[in-house]
Structure formats: structure tokens, C-alpha cells
């Protein structure tokens, strides 16, 4: 169980090296060799849910509920990106999130939002249930 509390103002930053299964052309999403919009939005959501986890309580997690972001900067295979998380604000049990990609050169890759809703693992689980 987690002594620590969520705030308002919390940062991660967590930085990956693109690699060749995260490029478009090898996912299917085009035929380009750049990092696809796809992996970039899995890489962000890995962020955002690494700088949460410590501090949810036993029984509950954190699931995606809403992700828009600009991917405007195309990068290839072994170039180093970081992405920067920053918790914005918090409205009862939703998360909102502001996030940055940035390449090895400083240059953003892309920026976004996103907000994730902390759940009940017990509850939420009744309602997947068939």
C-alpha cells in the first residue's frame, strides 16, 4: 500500500532508444521507417503510467481514458527520445496529464495530454466480467 499521496505537479521523465519493432513500416501502419504514431502513444502512456504507479493504493490502478496529442517531428530506428510527463491537474478520481517527446537533439517529437481515471481493480473487473 502506498504511504505517499498523489499531487498536482508531479514529473518523470523516462527515455528509450526507438527501436526496429516500433517503426511504422514494420508494425503496418505505413511504409516508412519512422517511429509510428502507435508505438509514440504506447511510449507516452508507459510514462504517465510509471510516474502514477507509486503512489496508487492496494486495489486500484489508473486506465486510459482520453489521448490527444500533435506527432509532428518523424524519428528512425536508434535515436534516443525522452518523454517528460507532468501531472497537471487532478478532478476526483481523474488524472490529467500534459507530455513531451523530445528527440536527442532537444527538438520535440511530439506533445499531448492525457487523462487517466484511477479505478477500483475489484469493481472494474465486475464490469468486463461475462
Not at 43 to 70: C, D, Q
Request: a negative charge.
Amino acid at each position: 500500500m502506498s504511504t505517499n499521496t498523489i499531487e498536482e505537479g508531479l514529473r518523470l521523465t523516462l527515455e528509450k532508444r526507438v527501436e526496429s519493432e516500433e517503426l511504422a513500416k514494420n508494425i503496418g501502419t505505413s511504409k516508412v521507417s519512422v517511429l509510428a504514431t502507435s508505438s509514440l502513444i504506447l511510449f507516452m502512456e508507459k510514462a504517465v503510467s510509471m510516474l502514477i504507479e507509486p503512489y496508487l493504493e492496494e486495489g486500484t490502478e489508473t486506465v486510459s481514458s482520453e489521448i490527444n496529442i500533435k506527432h509532428f517531428k518523424p524519428v528512425g530506428e536508434g535515436v534516443l527520445i525522452r518523454c517528460l510527463v507532468h501531472l497537471k491537474f487532478i478532478e476526483k478520481n481523474k488524472l490529467f496529464f500534459d507530455v513531451v517527446i523530445l528527440d536527442e537533439n532537444h527538438e520535440e517529437v511530439a506533445i499531448g495530454a492525457h487523462s487517466r481515471y484511477i479505478v477500483q481493480l475489484e469493481k472494474f473487473n465486475k464490469l468486463i466480467e461475462r
